[in-house]
């Protein structure tokens, strides 16, 4: 065979290689309209239940309005948990940090696989890192923090080229920004919030916030699913919530 054909075979094998390689990276990041709407419920009710305890101060209280929820594989809540960093005396107790921290009490596992948290803000490094280390599979968050957000794809970023760089961390979280609308709502009211001498857990206590929250709450009631696969998960997770 000459060169110039083995050249021609090659490089058409690397193209119908990168094309599998690019639509491998699009499937694991694509979900089922099953799960999105699953995805859109289970944000609703991480709201909702801030909103059942929501706290109209900003310090001395239980925490920041602030909620998470760990939902496994089959769409049954296996945990759930609030900021409680004043009630707790402890300002590590972020709303993820309560959820898992009592996941693993309860049921004395080892890891978070198979798992997805919902959390009605993305989470800071402390939290992604303990999400992260402990192999949790998927994590779909609301609000957006632009300071300190963005700490998952810290851990995973990339930088072995650079002189004295590094691989990412081992493991990976697949991570979902939630766009439901009461989500692009908070992200719109923390665009025009006044920060002077503020932080976010004022942010979060503020009336317009609240109204954004009790929106969520109210909708969470009547969400009503078009799959019928999620009717019952939804019935269950409603009864999970009268409960708390
Ligand atoms: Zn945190």
Redesign the pocket.
């Given at each position: 065979m000459n060169t110039k054909l083995k050249l021609l075979i090659l490089s058409f094998l690397i193209l119908i290689n990168s094309s599998i390689l690019a639509q491998e990276i699009k499937e694991e990041n694509q979900i089922s309209p099953e799960q999105e709407e699953l995805d859109q419920f289970f944000m609703l009710m991480s709201m909702a239940m801030t909103y059942k305890f929501w706290q109209k101060e900003a310090i001395n209280k239980r925490g920041a309005n602030i909620g998470a929820i760990l939902v496994d594989e089959n769409g049954k809540i296996v945990s759930h948990g609030l900021d409680s960093e004043f009630v707790l005396g402890n300002r590590t107790k972020?709303?993820?940090?309560v959820t898992i921290e009592s996941y693993f009490i309860r049921t004395q596992k080892n890891n978070l696989e198979k798992l997805t948290l919902y959390s009605t803000i993305e989470?800071?490094?402390?939290?992604?890192g303990a999400l992260t280390f402990k192999k949790l599979e998927r994590d779909v968050y609301g609000q957006k923090d632009s300071i300190f957000g963005n700490a998952f794809q810290r851990l995973q970023y990339n930088s072995s080229e650079d002189e004295n760089g590094f691989q990412p961390y081992p493991d990976k979280v697949e991570l979902m920004h939630s766009e439901i609308s009461e989500i692009k709502e908070l992200e719109k009211l923390h665009e025009e919030f006044d920060w002077e001498n503020k932080a976010l857990r004022d942010f979060l206590v503020s009336k317009p916030v609240e109204a954004v929250f009790e929106k969520a709450y109210e909708k969470f009631f009547i969400f009503n699913p078009i799959y019928p696969e999620n009717k019952e998960i939804i019935e269950n997770a409603r009864k999970y919530f009268q409960q708390l």
């Amino acid at each position: 065979m000459n060169t110039k054909l083995k050249l021609l075979i090659l490089s058409f094998l690397i193209l119908i290689n990168s094309s599998i390689l690019a639509q491998e990276i699009k499937e694991e990041n694509q979900i089922s309209p099953e799960q999105e709407e699953l995805d859109q419920f289970f944000m609703l009710m991480s709201m909702a239940m801030t909103y059942k305890f929501w706290q109209k101060e900003a310090i001395n209280k239980r925490g920041a309005n602030i909620g998470a929820i760990l939902v496994d594989e089959n769409g049954k809540i296996v945990s759930h948990g609030l900021d409680s960093e004043f009630v707790l005396g402890n300002r590590t107790k972020h709303a993820e940090m309560v959820t898992i921290e009592s996941y693993f009490i309860r049921t004395q596992k080892n890891n978070l696989e198979k798992l997805t948290l919902y959390s009605t803000i993305e989470s800071c490094a402390m939290c992604a890192g303990a999400l992260t280390f402990k192999k949790l599979e998927r994590d779909v968050y609301g609000q957006k923090d632009s300071i300190f957000g963005n700490a998952f794809q810290r851990l995973q970023y990339n930088s072995s080229e650079d002189e004295n760089g590094f691989q990412p961390y081992p493991d990976k979280v697949e991570l979902m920004h939630s766009e439901i609308s009461e989500i692009k709502e908070l992200e719109k009211l923390h665009e025009e919030f006044d920060w002077e001498n503020k932080a976010l857990r004022d942010f979060l206590v503020s009336k317009p916030v609240e109204a954004v929250f009790e929106k969520a709450y109210e909708k969470f009631f009547i969400f009503n699913p078009i799959y019928p696969e999620n009717k019952e998960i939804i019935e269950n997770a409603r009864k999970y919530f009268q409960q708390l």
